[in-house]
């Protein structure tokens, strides 16, 4: 609907006819300038990254294999195309000549960005030795090339793409850990029977005691991919509000969601034996990658009175063979020194580690680069090579995880602020109704990432724009074997989840050190009314365990001695969190829970599932 509306004459890539239409007439399209491929690449990009998120943001449910296949096969299409197209501009500026000269060398070059890419080109025209090292000053991407380089037809090229269309397309669209696809009718059905005669229970006692029946709350069908499907048959027997809003939300995604969490702790992952190669389910590329060749310069264009000719090579651009076959012996060949600047717009909080792309595994690996130096302050990381690679610096993705602290707080009516500290940074995430913000990221006293923040996003769209800041607080399917985690029972982990969410908007939450020593079936967390917009006071805070069935108040603190399941005085427990919750609210604070938007209560449910906070923390 979105793409219907916008009427922007852009194809619509889940359409084979449109999308392979728009490939085509731009594929013949023999117009290389480098202006306009960059103006064509960003509807390209914007193109892709509209099946990614189809791929990451849509139910299991709701895409069919075929339909997977097709958008992984397009997104693939189109990066190939991208890269062509860029290299033919490439090869254009360097016929042209319209390069800037430098003075001292008489070799020319070019620096031409935005904010996708950055394209670097320097052209060995003089062919003097002592000019064998350049520094494009405005980038501070640098390279000293050998001297067999230095005296040869040679243009080098860095290409850093701020995107990455080389690693694997399960790295760019892995989503949280989802539905195996497998037969889950009888869980479900075993879950429905359990929840079904736990309310009659509630009911029953409740009657016993001449009590009214406690109105709970039903969420209705939200638009969210992540949304909860209605399960209506268990809600029956509940009041008109019941049916509104409901502390046990969406049995079926529960089962399917803490199932999916349990195979993902047990599957077995393969370990990677090569010392050499990267293992991308621990390490991830930040910041993009770096395409660094050295290029047969192309014969230049002439002008000759009123005509300008240029000669066309039939194989476009050709890479320059370094270090050169050898014929007979196996020679050593000097390696070449690379400098790469970095972009602001990403942080490294230790080393990254600096790999090259091998075509033929389609693989990152280690091995052809040494000598890596980081300079921090400076920004700068500087290495030496065996031949012209593809780079990337990659960047351990569970480096912020296990979470120091957590909290929830409500800011005001459907909003509230999640704050994630981690050993190199505090994490500040706005929610106000069905959008995410980042507020902040906090690096000692210091404020990061300007460019991301104060700007509205959906959940999925914000987790994917910090990971590619550096900033990854969202474990993925093979997390729990790289981190050391606070295991909990899945299906508890899942409703506590639905459970805060579904009170967010007058309760705050926070992590408790008792959560540690509760067992895997239990969760015990903080919890505070909290209709202000200023920060809990310590003493405000109540320590409340859940273990999706079953929630009661504590009678210990966070101060006290030792773990103990003591209920609070003049407490009872009950099958659900807001339930429990009444017990102590004030009625401003119910009524505002029974007012809260639904599509507030699925963004903050998805932001929680995606960063676990219970269990790596």
């Known amino acids: 609907?979105?793409?219907?509306?916008?009427?922007?004459?852009?194809?619509?890539?889940?359409?084979?006819?449109?999308?392979?239409t728009f490939m085509s007439l731009w594929r013949e399209d023999p117009n290389e300038d480098i202006w306009f491929v960059m103006e064509k690449g960003k509807e390209v990009l914007n193109l892709i990254e509209k099946l990614q998120f189809l791929?990451?943001?849509?139910?299991?449910?709701?895409?069919?294999?075929?339909?997977?296949?097709?958008?992984?096969?397009?997104?693939?299409?189109?990066?190939n195309l991208l890269h062509q197209k860029y290299n033919g501009a490439t090869e254009r500026l360097l016929k042209d000549n319209s390069m800037s000269e430098d003075n001292d060398s008489g070799n020319t070059q070019v620096v031409i960005r935005d904010k996708n890419i950055t394209l670097c080109i320097w052209a060995n025209l003089k062919k003097n030795v002592r000019f064998k090292t350049h520094v494009f000053p405005e980038i501070r991407h640098g390279f000293d090339l050998p001297k067999s380089l230095a005296v040869s037809n040679v243009a080098v090229c860095?290409?850093?793409?701020?995107y990455d269309h080389i690693s694997p397309l399960w790295l760019q669209c892995q989503r949280a850990p989802k539905p195996k696809g497998s037969d889950y009718s009888e869980a479900i059905m075993e879950l429905k029977e359990e929840v079904e005669a736990a309310?009659?229970?509630?009911?029953?006692?409740?009657?016993?005691?001449?009590?009214?029946?406690?109105?709970?709350?039903?969420?209705?069908?939200?638009?969210?991919?992540?949304?909860?499907?209605?399960?209506?048959d268990i809600n029956e027997k509940i009041e008109e509000v019941t049916e509104k809003k409901s502390g046990i939300i969406d049995?079926?995604?529960?089962?399917?969601?803490?199932?999916?969490?349990?195979?993902?702790?047990e599957e077995e992952v393969?370990?990677?034996?090569?010392?050499?190669?990267?293992?991308?389910?621990?390490?991830?590329?930040?910041?993009?990658?770096?395409?660094?060749?050295?290029?047969?310069?192309?014969?230049?264009?002439?002008?000759?009175?009123?005509?300008?000719?240029?000669?066309?090579?039939?194989?476009?651009?050709?890479?320059?063979?370094?270090?050169?076959?050898?014929?007979?012996?196996?020679?050593?060949?000097?390696?070449?020194?690379?400098?790469?600047?970095?972009?602001?717009?990403?942080?490294?909080?230790?080393?990254?580690?600096?790999?090259?792309?091998?075509?033929?595994?389609?693989?990152?690996?280690?091995?052809?680069?040494?000598?890596?130096?980081?300079?921090?302050?400076?920004?700068?990381?500087?290495?030496?090579?065996?031949?012209?690679?593809?780079?990337?610096?990659?960047?351990?993705?569970?480096?912020?995880?296990?979470?120091?602290?957590?909290?929830l707080r409500p800011t005001g009516t459907d909003e509230l602020l999640l704050i994630v500290t981690t050993a190199f940074a505090e994490v500040q995430i706005q929610v106000k109704e069905h959008q995410c913000m980042l507020v902040a990221v906090v690096v000692g006293e210091e404020k990061v990432l300007s460019s991301l923040t104060e700007k509205w996003m959906s959940p999925v769209h914000l987790?994917?724009?910090?990971?590619?800041?550096?900033?990854?607080?969202?474990?993925?399917?093979?997390?729990?074997?790289?981190?050391?985690?606070?295991?909990?029972?899945?299906?508890?982990?899942?409703?506590?989840?639905?459970?805060?969410?579904?009170?967010?908007?007058?309760?705050?939450?926070?992590?408790?050190?008792?959560?540690?020593?509760?067992?895997?079936?239990?969760?015990?967390?903080?919890?505070?009314?909290?209709?202000?917009?200023?920060?809990?006071?310590?003493?405000d805070w109540s320590?409340?365990?859940?273990?999706?069935?079953?929630?009661?108040?504590?009678?210990?603190?966070?101060?006290?001695?030792?773990?103990?399941?003591?209920?609070?005085?003049?407490?009872?427990?009950?099958?659900?969190?807001?339930?429990m919750l009444k017990d102590f609210a004030s009625k401003e604070a119910i009524d505002k829970v029974e007012t809260t938007g639904f599509l507030f209560i699925d963004t903050v449910y998805q932001l929680l599932l995606a960063t676990r906070i219970l269990t790596y923390s």
């Open 1 to 20: 609907w979105e793409h219907y509306i916008g009427c922007d004459g852009s194809p619509d890539p889940t359409v084979l006819q449109e999308i392979n």
């Open 55 to 79: 791929l990451l943001d849509t139910p299991p449910n709701e895409i069919t294999e075929k339909e997977r296949v097709q958008y992984q096969e397009t997104i693939l299409d189109l990066q």
């Open 158 to 162: 860095i290409f850093h793409t701020h």
């Open 199 to 232: 309310a009659e229970e509630e009911q029953k006692a409740e009657g016993e005691l001449s009590a009214p029946i406690e109105k709970e709350m039903h969420p209705e069908r939200l638009k969210s991919a992540t949304s909860f499907k209605e399960n209506t």
């Open 251 to 265: 049995v079926p995604s529960q089962v399917q969601i803490a199932v999916a969490l349990e195979e993902t702790g």
């Open 270 to 407: 393969e370990e990677v034996t090569d010392e050499n190669l990267v293992d991308l389910r621990q390490f991830v590329p930040v910041g993009g990658v770096y395409h660094v060749a050295a290029l047969q310069l192309p014969p230049l264009a002439r002008e000759v009175k009123s005509w300008r000719m240029v000669e066309v090579l039939e194989g476009g651009l050709e890479a320059y063979p370094y270090p050169p076959e050898s014929e007979e012996t196996e020679e050593t060949h000097p390696p070449i020194e690379i400098t790469l600047g970095l972009p602001h717009n990403v942080l490294y909080f230790k080393d990254p580690l600096v790999a090259r792309w091998d075509p033929a595994g389609q693989q990152w690996r280690t091995d052809g680069i040494r000598n890596t130096t980081y300079e921090k302050e400076e920004r700068k990381v500087h290495f030496e090579m065996d031949a012209f690679y593809t780079i990337a610096l990659l960047q351990d993705a569970h480096l912020h995880m296990p979470y120091q602290a957590w909290e």
């Open 463 to 539: 987790t994917v724009a910090l990971k590619k800041a550096g900033i990854n607080i969202f474990p993925g399917e093979y997390s729990e074997k790289y981190v050391c985690v606070n295991k909990k029972a899945p299906l508890a982990e899942v409703r506590a989840y639905q459970q805060m969410a579904l009170v967010a908007s007058a309760f705050a939450f926070s992590w408790s050190k008792w959560n540690l020593q509760s067992g895997e079936e239990q969760i015990v967390f903080k919890v505070s009314e909290h209709l202000k917009a200023e920060a809990v006071e310590d003493e």
């Open 543 to 579: 320590l409340y365990m859940f273990n999706g069935q079953r929630a009661l108040r504590l009678k210990i603190t966070e101060a006290s001695e030792a773990f103990s399941t003591e209920l609070e005085d003049h407490s009872e427990f009950h099958s659900t969190l807001y339930h």
